[in-house]
């Protein structure tokens, strides 16, 4: 059984930063597209980066030029580096990976963006 665990989600001010991070319990060769979605109350979860196995990246406009994300298969993770905040940002973000046709999703960490 597969098992992603986020961690690095918390409390931070309006233009400050955090870094998740995702450990995958399997050599994380073997995803394809690995990425990070959010989801805030009341709204869907939605797309905020991807990343293939050869490393191209897709991000949200929204998060585009602040966010970076980052794939380490030696340590099975993955990374999202959020920089310059913004109180639209507080959300649950969850780690997700694809393997052919199987998807994998982690618990969720809580970025909370205070303004």
């Known amino acids: 059984q597969v098992q992603l665990v986020e961690s690095g989600g918390g409390l931070v001010q309006a233009g400050g930063s955090l870094r998740l991070s995702c450990r995958a319990s399997?050599?994380?060769?073997?995803?394809?597209?690995m990425g990070w979605y959010r989801q805030a109350p009341g709204k869907q979860r939605e797309l905020v980066a991807t990343?293939?196995?050869?490393?191209?990246?897709n991000y949200a406009d929204s998060v585009k030029g602040r966010f970076t994300m980052s794939r380490d298969n030696a340590r099975n993770s993955v990374y999202l580096q959020m920089n310059s905040l913004k109180a639209e940002d507080s959300a649950v973000y969850y780690c997700?990976?694809?393997?052919?046709?199987?998807?994998?999703w982690g618990q969720g960490t809580q970025v909370t963006v205070s303004s």
């Open positions: 399997t050599n994380t060769y073997s995803f394809g597209t």
């Open positions: 997700h990976a694809q393997r052919v046709n199987l998807v994998y």
């Open positions: 990343m293939s196995s050869g490393g191209s990246t």
